[in-house]
């Protein structure tokens, strides 16, 4: 099979997949209740997860390893089962993508600060590698790190990853829109600063996840390309911005809504597009259509 890269570079435009949190909610993921362990006590839901967005027309499929850090796990008594767990993630997903779908090993911020003195940066980085070895292991083409708001810490990911895996490397950071009308990080990082760090850390894929629904990442993904014109930019919309209601939150736009703002978003100079939370199936099977015809 062909790299991400090289499908990017010959003139592909790629659909990935949606949400998983929220999908695992509907499905019974009660509060508390640690999703990466469903990779192990209820592997036919992972893998029903991951073969609805393949069916969709996803080209790639993340794994259940959002939350799968040895920190992370810890919350739950499970940071001696990172590799097992991670691996198990890997596994579901690549049953379901078969021999030509990219699995991309999913990798979420520790939870740590590293300026409160909460980690250190060996331990990070240790950390960081431990869940991307067994991720790769598993039969992960590539690894993407997403939701990252510290650059530091998603620097130290990306290099754990590609010093110690095989893979493709991708990184998204979470950016929200500034009442100035910047977009930023929680921790003040631009995506003008995520292109000047993050490629030379060794990522292949940039881009940007959550925090905004379709239409607010077009500026990101222009941002983007005013610092680098070539790399490839990978993007995972909410859909639309979370609503609070009758005590409990979703996400309020249609899979037609997001369709809409496909075509602006490849003029932008996506090259990747898929869905972060709130997105179904139906979100990316109408986002896959509108691809197909550009």
Not at 226 to 243: C, Q, R
Request: proline share 4%; with cysteine.
């Amino acid at each position: 099979m062909r790299k991400i890269t090289e499908k990017i570079r010959s003139g592909h435009r790629l659909v990935s997949d949606g949400a998983w949190g929220t999908f695992m909610q509907q499905m019974g993921l009660g509060p508390g209740e640690c999703p990466e362990l469903w990779n192990l006590k209820k592997p036919d839901a992972v893998l029903e997860i991951a073969k609805s967005y393949i069916e969709a027309g996803s080209d790639m499929i993340e794994t259940n390893s959002f939350g799968g850090s040895r920190f992370k796990l810890a919350n739950y008594g499970l940071q001696e089962r990172v590799k097992e767990i991670n691996r198990a993630a890997a596994e579901l997903s690549r049953k379901a993508a078969g021999d030509s779908k990219h699995v991309l090993g999913s990798i979420g911020p520790t939870g740590k600060i590293l300026m409160m003195e909460e980690v250190t940066r060996d331990e990070l980085y240790e950390a960081f590698k431990e869940q991307a070895v067994a991720l790769f292991e598993g039969g992960s083409d590539a690894i993407v790190i997403e939701t990252m708001s510290d650059i530091d810490e998603a620097e130290i990911a990306v290099k754990a990853a590609s010093e110690n895996t095989g893979a493709e490397i991708i990184c998204t950071m979470t950016f929200e829109r500034t009442i100035e009308g910047e977009y930023r990080s929680m921790m003040g990082v631009s995506p003008t600063d995520m292109v000047a760090r993050i490629p030379d850390a060794g990522a292949d894929i940039i881009g940007a996840n959550c925090g905004n629904g379709i239409e607010g990442m077009i500026n990101i993904t222009r941002e983007i390309r005013e610092s680098d014109k070539n790399i490839p930019v990978l993007i995972h919309a909410n859909a639309g911005m979370p609503v609070y209601k009758d005590g409990q939150t979703f996400f309020p736009e249609t899979p037609d809504q997001m369709a809409s703002f496909v075509e602006e978003l490849v003029l932008s100079g996506a090259n990747i597009i898929g869905g972060c939370c709130g997105t179904t199936p139906l979100h990316i099977r109408r986002i896959a259509e509108v691809i197909s015809r550009l």
